[in-house]
């Protein structure tokens, strides 16, 4: 399956675990995905999948074949090996075993999120050392019942800044006052949500992330580019 870059229009070629996780998704559903030639995001359906898998039908009921190759590099002699996107964005659930959870899971594999989980502070710390997770959920009492002492906490907000700023991090807590960004800001958080509202988490997501990309998508792209070099 290939796909097209919005952004960028740079064709890429989509793993066997990106195909899975959009024949997962509901109606409505999207899995946000980053370029890796531009550094955007893509938002894909499960249509999109579908689309690209069977051939639509000609009017009169047959099968459209595909169309032929684009061959241009041909003529310029110059080959460009496609970009193949692997990884489906990460999401570290820390929030203890129970409803809201559950709730939170459901709302965040519903918009393309994989759900991750950790016991404690502590293994939580220990895994965002291996991987590069889009985004990050805290529960103000996952380990204490003040946020402030929090040791997974003091790690976010002293975590490196070419590392921070490619995190989503999410505060959920029964004091804090659902998009409220000068709250989150206060907190070095990027979304605050009060537990009444988990319920509604999807909506909030749906507004959050979209505005958050647009404020600084295209300023980490240059960011990234800028550290590679």
């Known amino acids: 399956m290939?796909?097209?870059?919005q952004n960028c229009t740079k064709k890429l070629k989509i793993s066997e675990k990106i195909k899975k996780g959009l024949s997962r998704l509901g109606p409505g559903r999207v899995l946000r995905l980053n370029c890796p030639e531009c550094g955007e995001s893509i938002a894909l359906d499960a249509k999109q999948l579908t689309n690209a898998?069977?051939?639509?039908?000609?009017?009169?009921?047959?099968?459209?074949?595909?169309?032929?190759?684009?061959?241009t590099w041909l003529k310029d002699g110059v080959f460009e090996e496609e970009e193949v996107v692997e990884?489906?964005?990460q999401t570290l659930i820390l929030v203890?075993?129970?409803p809201e959870r559950d709730s939170i899971c459901k709302a965040v594999e519903s918009i393309g999120y994989q759900?991750?989980?950790?016991e404690s502070g502590d293994i939580a710390i220990e895994k965002m050392q291996f991987v590069n997770y889009a985004s990050v959920i805290l529960h103000d009492n996952f380990e204490?019942?003040?946020?402030?002492?929090s040791h997974f906490h003091k790690f976010m907000r002293e975590l490196p800044m070419q590392k921070r700023r490619f995190i989503f991090y999410i505060?959920?807590?029964?004091?804090?006052?659902?998009?409220?960004?000068?709250?989150?800001?206060?907190?070095?958080?990027?979304?605050?949500?009060?537990?009444?509202?988990?319920p509604e988490l999807l909506t909030i997501l749906r507004?959050?992330?979209?505005?958050?990309?647009?404020l600084f998508g295209s300023l980490m792209a240059e960011i990234s580019a800028y550290s590679s070099n």
């Open 53 to 71: 898998e069977n051939n639509t039908p000609n009017p009169d009921g047959s099968i459209k074949p595909p169309g032929a190759p684009d061959i």
């Open 96 to 98: 203890a075993p129970g």
């Open 171 to 198: 505060l959920i807590g029964s004091n804090f006052s659902t998009l409220y960004d000068l709250e989150a800001l206060a907190y070095s958080a990027n979304l605050v949500v009060n537990v009444q509202e988990i």
């Open 115 to 118: 759900a991750t989980f950790a």
């Open 2 to 5: 290939k796909i097209t870059c």
């Open 144 to 149: 204490t019942n003040d946020l402030n002492s």
């Open 207 to 214: 507004k959050a992330i979209p505005k958050y990309e647009e």
């Open 87 to 89: 990884d489906i964005p």
